[in-house]
Nanobody, 117 residues
């Protein structure tokens, strides 16, 4: 069974940067496509960024383009989300999942990002 573990969330001021990490364990093979999602209270979970299995293709939500970068560790099912110029509207619980923009596994606990002065 796939297990997802996210980390790196924190309380930061607007304009600061943060790196989130996620490892998917229990996979039969490496180099799977992975994605980051986020959810605020009372809202649907939304796709933030996705990356193909070997990292050659990335996709981003319009709201984070130019500020967030998704990347994968070569040969592993570890994905990162580098977030720059954070805004209060980026405040959310961030989740990763297997699949390119389509979650294929049950969700992990997520990691909370809070952006406020």
């Amino acid at each position: 069974q796939v297990q997802l573990e996210e980390s790196g969330g924190d309380l930061v001021q607007p304009g600061r940067s943060l790196r989130l990490s996620c490892t998917a364990s229990g996979m039969s093979y490496n180099n799977v496509p992975m994605s980051w999602y986020r959810q605020t209270t009372g809202s649907e979970r939304e796709l933030v960024a996705a990356i193909s299995g070997f990292g050659g293709t990335t996709d981003y939500a319009e709201s984070v383009k130019g500020r967030f970068t998704i990347s994968k560790e070569k040969g592993k099912n570890t994905v990162y989300l580098d977030m720059e110029n954070l805004k209060p509207e980026d405040t959310a619980v961030y989740y990763c999942n297997v699949g390119h923009g389509r979650p294929l596994s049950s969700w992990g606990q997520g990691t909370r990002v809070t952006v406020e002065p």
